[in-house]
T-cell receptor, first 117, second 111 residues
């Protein structure tokens, strides 16, 4: 079974540009999460989709970040315009059902490393 | 104040040693406690999962939760060079889906 995949693996852009990150969850997983790790800090929650609906977007830093999950399959996270402080590793995770329990845990992708210059 | 505190290390031990990794937390609502392992340039991989207080053992790994002290631990017995990675604790409240992570502890097991 394929795991969570993310594209691109790395992205280097200039301040003010736009970047779109993509996440493909494990097939059949309705729940999709975005997290971000800024260098030296902990991984922090950004938002949670259940199918195509945003369940919780309390972690989104500001309105320069836009997440979508059209059709309830893959998701994109767009940063526009990018700022220096947006640099970090963006992780996507998916789980089969809401809540917790080993069978419901979140499986993480390898992350997209974003560097804004 | 951070929700979860974790000593970043780095921690370096000889092969075969017992490793102890720890996290403390401030939110008494946390009920679910996870340990993830992350190899360089990879995503976090779930190692252990514990609900509420108590111990859980899986092979060479033991997870302990002490909710009264708001303290969780991961023990690795007979450590191997392949255990060299960053270990992240994560936790969540009973009704929430958001995970709160520690900063991770970098572990190197020297052959």
């Amino acid at each position: 079974e394929a795991g969570v995949t993310q594209f691109p693996s790395h992205s280097v852009i200039e301040k003010g540009q736009t970047v779109t990150l993509r996440c493909d969850p494990i097939s059949g997983h309705d729940n999709l999460y975005w997290y971000r790790r800024v260098m030296g800090k902990e991984i922090k929650f950004l938002l949670h989709f259940v199918k195509e609906s945003k369940q919780d977007e309390s972690g989104m830093p500001n309105n320069r970040f836009l997440a979508e999950r059209t059709g309830g399959t893959y998701s994109t996270l767009k940063v526009q315009p990018a700022e220096l402080e947006d640099s970090g590793v963006y992780f996507c995770a998916s789980s089969q059902v809401p809540g917790l329990g080993l069978s419901k845990t979140q499986y993480f992708g390898p992350g997209t490393r974003l560097l804004v210059l | 104040q951070k929700e979860v505190e974790q000593d970043p290390g780095p921690l370096s031990v000889p092969e075969g040693a017992i490793v102890s990794l720890n996290c403390t937390y401030s939110n008494s609502a946390f009920q679910y406690f996870m340990w993830y392992r992350q190899y360089s340039r990879k995503g976090p991989e779930l190692l252990m999962y514990t609900y509420s207080s108590g111990n859980k053992e899986d092979g060479r790994f033991t997870a302990q939760v002490d909710k009264s002290s708001k303290y969780i631990s991961l023990f690795i017995r007979d450590s191997q060079p392949s255990d060299s990675a960053t270990y992240l604790c994560a936790m969540s409240a009973n009704t929430g889906n958001q995970f709160y992570f520690g900063t991770g502890t970098s572990l190197t097991v020297i052959p």
